[in-house]
Nanobody, 125 residues
Framework: QVQLVESGGGLVQAGGSLRLSCAAS????????MGWFRQAPEKEREFVGG????????YYADSGKGRFTISRENAKNTVYLQMNSLKSEDTAVYYC??????????????????WGQGTQVTVSS
């Protein structure tokens, strides 16, 4: 059974940076498209960005373009979300997710069948 475990969340001041990691175990990580989502209190879980299985293509929601960067190391079964110039509105629980079905640039929650437990990111203003 594939497991995804996020880490790296925490409290940061506005304008600061954080790097989240998501480690996968129990599956063929290198074949998965990976995505990052976030959910703020009383809001729907929203897509942040994704990366194809070979890491050659990344894509982002408008909220993170120019500030967030997704990368992966297939040899380490790990995907990263580098977040710079953080704003208070970035405060949320961040989740990584995996799509093993080979969809092209999936962005919807239902496109991903594997999820981590989430890590809290709090940006103080």
């Amino acid at each position: 059974q594939v497991q995804l475990v996020e880490s790296g969340g925490g409290l940061v001041q506005a304008g600061g940076s954080l790097r989240l990691s998501c480690a996968a175990s129990g599956g063929t990580f290198s074949s998965y498209t990976m995505g990052w989502f976030r959910q703020a209190p009383e809001k729907e879980r929203e897509f942040v960005g994704g990366i194809t299985s070979n890491g050659r293509t990344t894509y982002y929601a408008d909220s993170g373009k120019g500030r967030f960067t997704i990368s992966r190391e297939n040899a380490k079964n790990t995907v990263y979300l580098q977040m710079n110039s953080l704003k208070s509105e970035d405060t949320a629980v961040y989740y990584c997710a995996a799509d093993s079905r080979g969809r092209w640039l999936p962005q919807g929650r239902s496109d991903y069948e594997l999820w981590g437990q989430g890590t809290q990111v709090t940006v103080s203003s």
